[in-house]
């Protein structure tokens, strides 16, 4: 797996413009912060943050995978004013459990989730090498 970004460009934070990935695809379906059980523990940004970082874990370690396999990451919020407030506390939560890999990135604000209560839902593709 290779992360790029045109030389000229300035250096993205937290995120990769383009990756290249050679192998097995693998597809996360977003995952909204509730827990195993379908039930959401905070109506909390950050804390459902965690847990969707969380589940995506769980989920890539059922194919063999790693975060450091994951190519692409969509974020859809709730409220991006929200997001944007409360950024460092984000970045922290996801260096602590996805670490310092950066994938191509894209959040987008929706006007709302199936799941009542949910704040933020994150889909993950992942490659495992060849």
Known sequence: MQMF????????????????????????????????????QTDDLVGQVRQALTNIVAILAEAGAKPEHIVRMNWYLADKDEYNARLAEIGAVYRELIGRHFPAMTALQVAGFVEDGAKIEIEVTAMLPA
Do not use: C, H, L
């Open 5 to 40: 970004n045109p030389p000229e460009w300035q250096r993205p934070k937290g995120y990769s413009n383009g990756v290249t990935a050679y192998g097995q695809m693998i597809f996360v379906a977003g995952q909204v912060g509730w827990d195993s059980s379908e039930t959401f």
